[in-house]
């Protein structure tokens, strides 16, 4: 079990087998995500009951859930390949920073923008500044503020090891920041699903929920191949295994 | 350790002849600091609520002006080369450039923070947590300066204040809950021991982070 770990894990590190291997991954990922994003949002907008309090309003939470719960995850995940990149140097966690950076952003953005949306029939305003936004915030500036190193470097190199510097700086800081606007504010409904104990929402709800979060994070592994690949094409483009590639096809 | 305290009387001669490096963040600050009664009201009850705010705000960014100071001439002289050809340990001498680069760029700026008692009506049993408070906060402020310093060295772009930014965020609503906390008569001493915490936690993670962020320009 070990040794098939260790050997997927040096496989990994590899541009020609990960090429090739993704290849064939994408389409039933792709269409996978895409007809579970399709169904959740339609059982969701369409199906799912009213909520007693907030009315229709309620079912933005089809997508401002997955949007935010992804963003996250995308963060912390970047971080682990931030120390990967930094202490065996492996250089398809750089590509994994820097594909993946984009789309953090991207969920990020949704999710306020979701967040706002949802904030101003509920709540009677587009923003508050309250803990859980503010902190989503500071994620959302730290994914600029590492895309935006992206560029500051000539050599590749360089520049995913800056990328990882602050990745890893960012992960250790998002907790303080979480904290110190914990104490600061708190305004934003406590977090609805809960995997140890008892979930404050009903199945109807949740089902399609839990879907949606689940289709979103295929999405996200979709379009981090995408990007990946695309990333590795232009990094490898001179490359013996990548012209022999192109001309077969 | 000899080596070191040489390099320490070094950086202190190099910032106490160039007079910019601690002067441009002190007329920063205090033409900030003279700004605001005209921007926003010169009424004595607006401005002394807004004030431990407006004090750390104008702090943060006026440590911007000097966080480049940092690594920047040195990098350019080619003498941040020598230190890593060195074989010394370049935490330590990362420290001691922050270290003086604290005391020249931000220890006058605390020091003038009680100017804010007349300018923007600052109540006096204030000053102690905003002083404590700075003390403590700007030497974390610091530090992700040198970082954001460290990664941006020979580049005029956004991405060191847009790095640094959101990084000091916790220090300045710590800072700033402390003073207001005294105001209101509530203890603050826990926000000082958070800023302490921050500090001691950050330290050796920001110095390690930034040495390889320096070796980064020297491959």
Redesign the interface.
Known sequence: MFKTLKNFYHKLGSYPWFYKISGKVIPFVGVFSISLIIISSIWGLFFSPTDAVQGDVYRIIYFHVPAVSVSQVIYYSMSVAAAVF?IWRMKMAGVYIKSLAPIGAAFTFIGLLSGAIWGQPTWGTWWVWDARLTSTL?LF??Y??II??QS??A?R??AD??VS??T???V??LP??K???D??NTLHQPASISISGESSISSEMLIPLLLSILGAYLFVFFTGLLFMRAEISTREQNKEWFKKLSSNN | MFYFIKILKKEFLIYSRKSSSFISPVVFFLISISLYPIGISNDPGILKNLAPGLIWITVLLSTLISFQNIFSEDYEDGSIELLLASGQNLSLIVLIKIFVNWIFSCLPIIILSVLSVFLLYFPQEGLKPLIISLLIGTPTICLFGALAGALSLGKNSITGPALMLPLSLPVLILGTQAINYSLNGINFSSNILLLTAILVFLLPIILFASVGALKLHFN
């Open positions: 930094l500071v500036l730290f600029l503020a935006g190193m500051t470097f050599s190199k360089s090891t800056a510097i602050i890893l700086v960012g250790v800081n303080i920041v904290k110190s606007v104490w600061w």
